[in-house]
């Protein structure tokens, strides 16, 4: 399956790889990180241009509390949050009951079987890729509208390289993926509890590199077991054996 990149730095929503290296077999490494900066500087421009003189960031009309069927914990959570939980074994569902979750796995495992088959290859992997897409758009728009209420540059944070991770981590799985984002969301308030308790005795950046070092040793442990799509990152082209 096609490599999701997600944008780091300046960007206001993470980007992924467009989908011409799939058709053109071009490295998604590379075609990556080249929309990445693409991504990031068209952003900076943008709000550059948008609002010259302004500095503050803008701030965004946040969604309004809800009721979660009278459950405390859940009043402050917005509706992406439970978009995001929902999604997960929604997609669960239609990558291991559905054939076109089939279809996918298949193309990510042995994509020559997958075209013996009858399968578009290309289609696939440009539809896995446009769907990748929409949902880490989801993910940066959760930034902005749910998070932080405003946008700044910055507001990523790494965070998009760390999704990648965790899919590593979750050995391609969305149950253990959504386990492992928990994870470290828990890392994260732990770093901000730290702070508090701590004052002034360590370096705030210390604490804010926390989660980030804590993800990657929990990687390190786990990638070593993972199970990965055997024509990840490989360019396919039709016909080819």
Same mark, same amino acid.
């Given at each position: 399956?096609?490599? @999701? ?6 960007? @206001?929503?993470?980007?992924? +790889? ?29 709000y550059r241009v948008t609002f ?14 809800? *009721?979660?069927l009278g459950v405390p914990v ?25 054939? +076109? ?18 399968? *578009?290859?290309? !289609? ?6 446009? +769907? ?16 932080? *209420?405003?946008? /700044? ?23 253990? !993926? ?9 890392? *994260? !308030? ?11 005795? /360590? ?12 993800? @990657? ?13 055997? +024509? ?8 080819e054996r």
């Amino acid at each position: 399956m096609a490599l @999701i990149r997600p944008c780091q730095q300046h960007n @206001i929503l993470p980007c992924v +790889a467009p989908t011409e290296p799939v058709p053109l077999g071009l490295s998604q490494h590379v075609s990556g990180l080249g929309v990445t900066m693409f991504g990031t500087s068209v952003a900076y421009f943008a709000y550059r241009v948008t609002f010259p003189k302004v500095t503050t960031p803008p701030t965004i009309q946040p969604f309004a509390p809800m *009721d979660w069927l009278g459950v405390p914990v859940l009043n402050a959570e917005t509706p992406l949050t439970l978009l995001a939980l929902c999604a997960v074994p929604a997609i669960a569902y239609v990558l291991n009951r559905t054939p +076109a979750g089939l279809a996918v796995r298949m193309v990510g495992e042995n994509p020559g079987a997958a075209e013996g088959q009858g399968i *578009d290859v290309i !289609a696939v992997r440009m539809g896995t890729v446009v +769907a990748g897409s929409a949902l880490m758009g989801i993910a940066g728009a959760f930034l902005t509208l749910s998070a932080f *209420d405003a946008f /700044f540059f910055n507001m990523v944070n790494g965070r998009g390289w760390i999704c990648v991770a965790l899919v590593v981590f979750a050995s391609w799985r969305p149950g253990k !993926a959504l386990s492992g984002a928990i994870l470290f969301a828990a890392f *994260d !308030a732990l770093q901000l509890r730290m702070q508090q308790a701590s004052g002034a005795w /360590f370096p705030y950046q210390l604490y804010l590199m926390l989660p980030y070092a804590l993800s @990657i040793l929990a990687l390190v442990v786990m990638a070593r077991r993972a199970s990965y799509p055997q +024509a990840l990152m490989k360019p396919y082209r039709k016909g080819e054996r």
